[in-house]
């Protein structure tokens, strides 16, 4: 069973450089979410997709964009990298239902120099 | 959704129950306790969740007090593997995607030889 699978697991940019980071989970799941974690810190909030063709904000927004591109995918934008955001991001999906968990991909690791 | 305390590092023998406690003492009625782990900064893992009654799956066991304002995972033979940051949330069951986790400090677990 995949899950959540992100891609790439590693990248390194140059300030100013642009990137996407794909998730895609293969759950059926309704929403979808991106976090990102610094070096000792627990996760934080980008983004979040309650379903197909909605995104909110979520607790550090600037410097992103989201795509729901479809029920399975949801993308994650920088437009003009900052050494700021080096950092792990991490892809999730939930059911929405209260006993089930949120699932995560293993992460993608980001470096901008 | 309430705010949780957590030891930030705890270390447990190998083959001995680790105990790791939570307070999350402004819970609301209708607010889950959720555990995740965490291993070597690889995607949160699900472990374990419950509402109000004291849960048992394959990996862990979950107890909460009968005020709900704290809990414990017992993580019953621990190994050398089990050595992660153990992540306590509480979140409304509610079928609403804004109902994100939020992820504190957590505690690191250190199981020793």
């Known amino acids: 069973n995949a899950g959540v699978t992100q891609t790439p697991k590693f990248q390194v940019l140059k300030t100013g450089q642009s990137m996407t980071l794909q998730c895609a989970q293969d759950m059926n799941h309704n929403s979808m979410y991106w976090y990102r974690q610094d070096p000792g810190m627990g996760l934080r909030l980008i983004y979040y997709?309650?379903?197909?063709?909605?995104?909110d904000k979520g607790e550090v927004p600037n410097g992103y964009n989201v795509s729901r591109l479809n029920k399975r995918e949801f993308s994650l934008r920088l437009e003009s990298a900052a050494p700021s955001q080096t950092s792990v991001y991490f892809c999730?999906?939930?059911?929405?239902?209260?006993?089930?968990?949120?699932?995560f991909g293993d992460g993608t690791r980001l470096s901008i120099l | 959704d309430a705010k949780t305390t957590q030891p930030t590092s705890m270390d447990c023998a190998e083959g001995r129950a680790a105990n790791l406690p939570c307070n999350h003492s402004?819970?609301?009625?209708?607010?889950?306790v959720y555990w995740y782990r965490q291993i070597h900064s690889q995607g949160p893992q699900y472990i374990i969740h419950?509402?109000?009654n004291n849960e048992t799956n394959e990996m862990a066991s979950l107890i909460i007090t009968e005020d709900r304002k704290s809990s414990t995972l017992i993580l019953p033979h621990a190994t050398l593997r089990d050595t992660a940051v153990y992540y306590c949330i509480v979140r409304v069951g509610a079928r609403n995607a804004g109902n994100m986790l939020t992820f504190g400090g957590g505690t690191r677990l250190m199981v020793k030889p």
């Open positions: 419950g509402l109000k």
């Open positions: 999730a999906s939930w059911t929405m239902r209260a006993r089930e968990p949120q699932h």
């Open positions: 997709s309650a379903s197909e063709g909605t995104t």
């Open positions: 402004t819970i609301s009625g209708n607010e889950y």
